[in-house]
């Protein structure tokens, strides 16, 4: 009886895992952007066509994920100075934690854009992507040159986050 309630169990498993495995693959597709018509079997060419080989670039191979794992190490003890610190940050170690943390933000939403917005399946829609990331970046800069400037830095600024809801309590 034990054995029949063991084999029933394990058949049952077996048709779940069956199906688990035989669902079908679905790519990842953003529903508003419009996608380029992919070619037939995803082959581009004829059998006999030389092989498309890239130019080297140093820029977009290993020191692009260089930068990235420095940019990461970086914030490390940027973060830490931040907050061991606090508002007392020197101006130098605090806008160098603003530029560190926005390079790090700059290429992260940009290996996002690579890997979610190929150029080969949305086309123009990658470049526009790219621009916009620029452009935020730049504005990012921008208000960090503000900050740095005219207010206390970003330490200060989340300093003064922190405190807002003590002094509207006392």
Known sequence: MFSRGLMARSAAMSAAMRALHSTSKRSL?????????????????DVNDPTYTPPPDKLHGSMHWDFERFTAVALVPLVGSGLA??????????????????????????????????????????NYAMYL???GSLVG??????????????????????????????
């Open 29 to 45: 597709t953003i529903p508003f952007l419009p996608t380029l018509p992919p070619t037939p079997g995803g082959v581009k060419g």
């Open 85 to 126: 610190c606090g508002a007392g940050l020197s101006v130098v170690a605090d806008s160098l934690l603003c530029s560190v943390l926005l390079a790090h933000g700059y290429v992260g939403f940009q290996s996002c854009i690579i890997d979610y917005i190929p150029k080969r399946v949305y086309g123009k829609n990658h």
């Open 141 to 170: 800069g921008f208000g960090i040159y503000k900050l740095e400037t005219e207010e206390n830095g970003i330490t200060g600024l989340v300093k003064a986050l922190w405190n807002a809801g003590k002094e509207d309590k006392e």
């Open 133 to 135: 990331l620029t452009l």
